[in-house]
């Protein structure tokens, strides 16, 4: 008996399939769309790095710049340390007069060569104040400001000699300790941009 029901058709069921097929492959963009997103997102997440820009040239500034970049490199943080103007002066090695101006001289001759001639921000009291705080980092089992700096290169952190600073400063890379790099501001702002903190001592 018929009940006057109209029974699907192969053709009903060929457009049902047809639209599941259509619907489907709209969700598998969608999901693709949205992966995408994702992977962007987290491509714009900083990673577990951090940047210093040392700016200062006073011995107590650097050695509290090492600390935070030692300290951080001991816990697996990748560090990136951007030397620039009177912080170059703790990566001079030597003094060094030959093919200069006389304003490059007179600037070679007024700052200081090296860790070790650095003056303390307070407290300097015509050098005392860095002998007196080298005596007692000594005292206390701390390591000095070369020491760190060995340190900063045994853990593999990335020191950077901003390269115009060099050039307004007149310091050539051979004044300079080994085992630096130089570079400009668009090697620090490419570090800066991958990395969580980012200081300026």
Not at 19 to 38: G, I, P, Y
Request: overall charge neutral; charged content about 20%.
């Amino acid at each position: 008996m018929m009940d006057g029901t109209q029974q699907p058709s192969a053709m009903d069921f060929a457009k049902a399939a047809t639209n599941s097929s259509t619907d489907f492959q709209a969700m598998l963009e969608r999901l693709h769309k949205c992966q995408q997103s994702v992977d962007d997102l987290q491509k714009m997440i900083p990673e577990d790095n951090m940047t210093i820009v040392v700016f200062s040239g006073d011995m107590d500034k650097l050695i509290a710049a090492l600390f935070l970049a030692t300290g951080a490199a001991s816990m697996g943080c990748q560090v990136s340390m951007y030397y620039t103007f009177w912080g170059l002066s703790a990566l001079r090695k030597k003094t060094v007069y030959r093919h200069k101006t006389l304003l490059h001289r007179m600037l070679a001759w007024m700052l200081p060569a090296g860790v070790t001639r650095l003056k303390t921000s307070k407290m300097n009291f015509a050098g005392i104040g860095p002998r007196l705080f080298n005596h007692l980092m000594k005292k206390q089992q701390v390591p000095d400001l070369k020491q760190m700096l060995e340190l900063a290169g045994e853990l593999g952190i990335e020191m950077t000699a901003c390269t115009t600073a060099m050039q307004i400063m007149g310091f050539e890379q051979d004044e300079l300790i080994d085992g630096l790099a130089v570079g400009g501001v668009a090697t620090y702002l490419q570090n800066a941009s991958k990395a969580r903190v980012n200081l300026f001592i």
